[in-house]
């Protein structure tokens, strides 16, 4: 396990001296790992440091309003509506990796134009070691590791944290005295509902998947899963009242893991999912069926794209 009082110091120090009297933008997320980049950057820097969270219209539901709450003690928050961007340069596009890469390079131009406006030349990002791991050994790559664009306009990228996995980070989370809703807030992807929806994405399913999310999110959490979550796989025939239906299938995944890296899905009770299936069918009159995901990894990725 990472030692606190001795990475923390260490972090600040190597972030003063990396940018110096320069000016950065963090790529804010909301998640344990870009909050806590962001936190060893503002201690590091100060008012040199600009977080920016971009609303991709791929986050989950009452995501905007969770960040403004949390956040609001930076003065210098930016929040930025892109999802119309992001929605734009995805259209038509179902190759789960090309995804990725399109949404790094969306991602960039965002915080490119936010450096600008702020005169910033340093990019601080929330990347952690199994990140790395996974982009350099080609299992999927990440917005803000293998899904970056081969131009990238700043004069660095500052990763305080590229060295840790989730459970260290979450112990500097709690060194810091960061939220409890912060530092043991569930793993959630950077492309965000992008990797739930398979295929080409679309409002309907982006819609569908984010209230399904939630909907786990709340039934699971007695559970303590490493990672719960809801995924919209494809197409298949239902019943609605007396009506035949071709809608939706939804699948439910949760899983137990230390640092992501492998991961064994969780046994949950009958009743537990009948109560899943149920809320999901029932709010959305565009969903046929639910499935329970038991694929452990390997030889499944936590993730569907």
Known sequence: MVETHTFV?????????????????????????SSVAAALAYEAIGDQLTPVYVDTGLMRKGETDQIRETFDYMESLRIVDAKDRFLDALSGVTDPEEKRAVIGEQFIREFEREAKESDADYLVQGTIYPDRIESEGGIKSHHNVGGLPDVVDFEGIVEPVRDLYKDEVREVARHLGLDEIVAERMPFPGPGLAVRVIGEITEEKLEVARDACHVVEEELEEYEPWQALAAVIGKATGVKGDNRVHGWVVSVRSVESRDGMTARAQEIDWETLQRIQSRITGQNENVARVVYDVTHKPPATIEYE
Do not use: C, K, M, Q
Not at 20 to 26: H, L, R, S
């Open 9 to 33: 110091p260490e972090a600040v120090e190597e972030i003063e001296n990396e940018i110096g009297d320069a000016n950065a933008v963090i790529a804010l997320s909301g998640g344990v790992d």
